[in-house]
């Protein structure tokens, strides 16, 4: 792990100069600047590395966190003198125990960030370089593994800069239509979330961005994205909600996985192993505790038996789009992602009217009933039930499992659904993630075929001593193969039979009768 300690700042910024304009003393400015550069860097990689944000939007920032980093003085402080010179605004929108102030930077300070280094030693400092050390101390068994795991993951750096810069290049060059869709939706998103900032009375500018900005955004995530999983720049961390465990590969641009590789083993292909329909599928655990000690194939709720046969066969997006006469691969994509949003993260009453809603509940009326009763209370309360399903059986138990009978003498990993495992170990795994899966949920899913993570780039070593050979080299290739491929151990774990599962599920009838209101 990098312990340096460093901080990204707009380029057109001197915190120092503000600090000074305020009449600060140069003893407070020299031990306290750190903490205005702390937020303001949050702010910025919260932005490019968290799925979720994307620059121009509010970032959270919970009260209790910073009061025990920075010191209540100074968070009163960083929250007004940042906004007093226009660098930083805030949505004004706070709900106790579900929402904190949400801050961002201001228009004129959204431009290229520069990367700075701590500007003083001082206790702030000291703090945040004794994090990580308490941080990794207080880790649970499987973060502290896939911590050590990470530790062994490099990424071909010139490689990975190159393809950035070629994939900027020619977006930049003739405009993506995926990525202008993209832009659309980013933009109307901020526009309705600031209209009814407004409409609450917070004075806040609507902020659009062009596709030019859009691109130079992503390129700066990407460039990042590298520098975090080349130089280990932050920590494996599991949520406290869904309990998901969000690293820099988790995080990071698909495209950027083609470079990594192990550094203990830099020749060994890794392989990814992905649940179909991974996120409807973990809702069939909920659907099957509503219907429990009911036969459904008996009962009249024949679109749950229709959904849970599409979803463990993994054609659920399949069946929709053939519905809805969706073909084209870009738009399919997209109804993925739209049909997921909409149907099981959104408000129900902002998702009830969308055409992906409208479309779900036809097909699967009973489901949609359940899907938005388990919304009613609090919509988020739905996507982190099913995320727990998912963590319970992917890290809970699968990647544990082989955690325990490894150790890290084989390099495995996790992306939320998927488990990433080296070349020879597939059938194992597959079986691990079907037993893993139908313990926590009751029904056995689908598991894609195994899919290359990276791409091997062997460097052969060429000496001018052409007629020796080095027999170590040949033994310790000799000893991988024993250990991937041909131990008895493997054999024995990949010979295990598929579960035979049957969907019986179960629970009480009350709500499904009655009918659920918006």
Known sequence: MNNEIEFYIPNTLNIREILIKENKRERYIDSQIDKYHWFLDYIYKQSILNKKFVMGDFIPMNNAVMDKLLGSRYIYDIKHILPKHGIIECDGEYEEGVKSLGFRLTPEYQVMHYRRLKDSNSEF???????????ISKMDTITRYTYHQLNDLGIHVEEALKH??????????????????KLK?????RKKAEHKARKKGHDVQYLAFTYEQMLELMKDSYLYQIRCIDEKLWLPKRDDKGRRMHTYISNAWSELRQFIYIKSSPNIQLISLDCSNSQPYTFVKILLEYFKGVDLYTSPFTDIIDYIELVTAGKLYTFMCQKLGISDPKEIAEFKVDMFANVFYSKN????????????????????????????????SLSIKMQ???TSAVIDIALATLMDKYGKSVWFGSIH????????????????????YTNVVGVSPHIKPAEKFNDVKVTPQITEEFDKIDSAALEEAERLYKVLLRSKLHDDCTAVESPKTSHKPNRNLKVINQGIPL
């Open 164 to 181: 950035v810069e070629e994939w900027y290049a020619n977006n930049m060059l003739v405009e993506n239509p995926v990525l202008v869709n």
């Open 417 to 436: 659904d998927s488990i990433i495992c080296p070349s020879g170990y597939e059938t194992e795994v597959r079986q691990l993630m079907l037993d893993a």
């Open 125 to 135: 400092i000291k703090k945040l370089q004794s994090m990580n050390l308490i941080t």
């Open 349 to 380: 009453e902002e998702g009830y009217h969308t055409k992906e809603a409208k479309a779900f509940r036809k097909y699967f009326p009973t489901v949609y009933q359940i899907v938005m009763q388990e919304k009613k209370t609090w919509y988020k």
């Open 388 to 390: 727990r399903v998912e």
């Open 185 to 189: 939706k980013q933009n109307k998103k």
